[in-house]
């Protein structure tokens, strides 16, 4: 397919509001020289640049103008290989997340106090255990001073301390 052809379709393809001017030396035979310039799409650029090079067409230089700021246009970056199709899938992808709400901050504090409020329940089981288990420990050893302690003044001023 002739480049000038393949331009030509792609003219027909890419027809946007955000456009740069795409500069382009084709080599077409080897004494002529072609420059070609049209309005695009960014990524329409390397779609054609990409496309010129899958079909073996020499690309002598290529270059974007946007916003008044030349940016020429490395040709080995271009293998031949799709670029809108990969890009619009990123578009895509990008449009999913950004497009999700964010949960509301009411919604976040509410979730937030009610794990703190968990971790809370589970710390003060956990006291209740050990003062539970400190008062069992401490009931054995008043049974053990009532059964074994002989000297009553001495076993009733142990007594009151344990109770």
């Given at each position: 397919m002739?480049?000038?052809?393949?331009?030509?379709?792609?003219?027909t393809?890419?027809?946007?509001?955000?456009?740069?001017?795409?500069?382009?030396?084709?080599?077409?035979?080897?004494?002529?020289?072609?420059?070609?310039?049209?309005?695009?799409?960014?990524?329409?650029?390397?779609?054609?640049?990409?496309?010129?090079?899958?079909?073996?067409?020499?690309?002598?230089?290529?270059?974007?103008?946007?916003?008044?700021?030349?940016?020429?246009?490395?040709l080995?970056?271009?293998?031949?290989?799709?670029?809108?199709?990969?890009?619009q899938?990123?578009?895509?992808?990008?449009?999913?997340?950004?497009?999700?709400?964010?949960?509301?901050?009411?919604?976040?504090?509410?979730?937030?106090?009610?794990s703190?409020?968990?971790q809370?329940?589970?710390?003060?089981?956990?006291?209740?255990?050990?003062?539970?288990?400190?008062?069992?420990?401490?009931?054995?050893?008043?049974?053990?001073?009532?059964?074994?302690f002989?000297?009553?003044?001495?076993?009733?001023?142990?007594?009151?301390?344990?109770?």
């Open positions: 002739h480049w000038s052809s393949l331009i030509r379709q792609w003219l393809i890419s027809a946007s509001t955000t456009m740069v001017l795409l500069l382009l030396s084709i080599v077409d035979t080897p004494d002529q020289v072609r420059h070609f310039q049209t309005y695009t799409e960014l990524e329409d650029a390397f779609e054609l640049v990409s496309q010129l090079k899958a079909t073996n067409h020499q690309i002598q230089q290529a270059y974007i103008i946007d916003k008044g700021q030349r940016i020429e246009l490395p080995e970056a271009f293998d031949g290989g799709p670029f809108a199709a990969p890009i899938k990123l578009q895509r992808e990008w449009e999913a997340i950004l497009s999700t709400p964010l949960p509301s901050p009411a919604m976040d504090t509410h979730n937030f106090l009610v703190l409020t968990h809370r329940i589970v710390r003060y089981r956990a006291y209740i255990q050990f003062i539970e288990h400190a008062i069992t420990n401490l009931q054995l050893l008043v049974n053990l001073l009532e059964a074994n002989v000297d009553d003044a001495q076993k009733d001023r142990l007594l009151n301390l344990y109770r």
